[in-house]
């Protein structure tokens, strides 16, 4: 627990002592959110509904985004290889990954819920926020290792526009910044079958009660998670060699 | 008291190699390659430039996996967890993260290991006080040197494997680093090793050296070292056919001539007792990587 601890805050006291990050996954997602789906929001079930989406985006971005390319520009560096020398359990770096993670995504989303309580008619208590953190959290274990699998893939100059690419094109045409309906007709039927969509509405569903999570979204993401696991146990088998 | 069995304690070597290929894409630096280290002490290893000194280290640390045959470190397999959980290192230019201070990092060093030494007495050896609440990116290469060092023996190893620690430090530096080491050497009855491009600096600290030549490590001792630095190099110029007197090498190539010997006074008076006509001489230490490459 001491060791898990020591690797969770040095990761935040790196990550808050750097402006750009802190500006990227936690300012621009509320800002986004403040400048795309504000006006949006003209009933509380349309406010509800995009807070979750942009809760949805800003939580896969500080646990995809951010340690994809965390992950690529480590690889290399002599510090990693040093931390290869200490005694720290197989496992750990990446539950301390997804712990900072928790707590990054809290700020970010928790700043999109307070411009939400301040500038749309939400009515989303503060309960069922803390739920849908919840589900970001169990739902973005599989975005976790996806982002664990392209910074091991890709070279530290190509994982940003890469890893970008992904995020941004996942969150748009799997309905996080627009609802799925609304979307152009030719990507409508791709969105349920990226893991983005199944990954928003574990929050749509807190929106309304005529939103629920299937079994099938469930099994999706767990089948999706366990995609990841294998690529990145690959990679760790091949890296091994 | 006949019936308490005898206890011994049989200290196996904290280091073995048995039949270790190692190579890496077109250049094999082990090749079937059996050691063990002595059981403890404070140990500089030398060899020229690419021996494969950071290499062995590597492979001890298990940062390298070797091609066949196996290294057991402090009686385990090399990288296992109990093993790291008992080495200390520190290689060349670590790059620690930029933004963190000095302190948080030896602090983040010291909570990995169950029993860690206390932040503030790495502090103190290393002398990292002025600078203990900088940031790492702020660091000079001498600095961060220091941090590394205290990094090492966050964990109270039993075994510590140092690259070069001693380069850019002067004298004084150099000095009380080696004091540090060897007082924490015989407080923890610990093995130190360290790879040293300048063994003539260290000579006096160290307990021996290992040699690292042809894929092969032997063990040197300062006194052997100590005598080759006794050789010289003569040059000089000589036209037409004349017999050289012998020595440890003689080369000649057109009108230049290189001689190696253990006494130049001495080759000197029997080249002009011998009424040899040579110009031009100077006489020199040999460089450590002549040393090391061709007499030791």
Known sequence: ?241 | MDWIPEVTISISPPIEFNQVKFSYRNQTVLDDFSFSFEPSGLVAMVGVNGSGKSTLLKLILGLLQPQSGEIQVLGHKAGSFVTKGRIGSALQDVDFPQSERVEEIVNFVCSQYPTSLPVDELVEHFQLQEFRKKACGQLSGGMKRRVALACAFAGRPQLVLLDEPTTGLDQDSRLRLMQTLRSYQQEHKALILLISHHPEEIMDSVDGFLHVKNRQVEKLSTATLKESMQLRKLKFKLQGDHNLPEARRVTRNQETCEVVTENSDQYITSLVTQKIPFRDLTVDKLNIEELLGDFL
């Open chain 1, 1 to 241: 627990m001491k060791v898990l601890m020591s690797h969770v805050r040095s990761q935040l006291r790196i990550g808050f002592r750097d402006p750009a990050y802190m500006f990227t996954s936690i300012v621009l997602p509320a800002g986004l959110y403040w400048f795309f789906a504000v006006p949006e929001s003209n009933s509380a079930y349309a406010a509800k509904y995009m807070t979750g989406s942009f809760c949805a985006f800003a939580f896969f971005g500080v646990i995809f985004l951010q340690y994809a390319i965390n992950t690529a520009h480590e690889r290399e560096s002599s510090w990693s290889q040093y931390l290869n020398t200490l005694p720290i359990p197989t496992g750990l770096v990446i539950l301390s990954r997804l712990m900072t993670s928790i707590v990054l995504g809290t700020f970010a989303c928790g700043l999109i819920y307070t411009v939400s309580l301040v500038f749309t008619p939400t009515d989303l208590d503060f309960l069922t926020f803390i739920l849908m953190l919840l589900y970001l959290t169990l739902g973005g274990l599989p975005f976790l290792l996806m982002g664990l699998a392209i910074g091991n893939f890709f070279s530290p100059k190509a994982v940003v526009p890469v890893a970008n690419f992904f995020h941004l094109v996942l969150s748009f045409a799997g309905g996080l910044w627009k609802p799925p309906e609304i979307l152009p007709e030719a990507l409508q039927p791709i969105t349920p079958w990226l893991p983005t969509y199944h990954y928003g509405l574990l929050t749509w569903s807190l929106a309304s009660k005529d939103i629920s999570i299937t079994a099938s979204n469930i099994l999706y993401l767990m089948v999706f998670g366990a995609a990841m696991v294998g690529i990145v146990t690959f990679q760790k088998m091949k890296m091994g060699r």
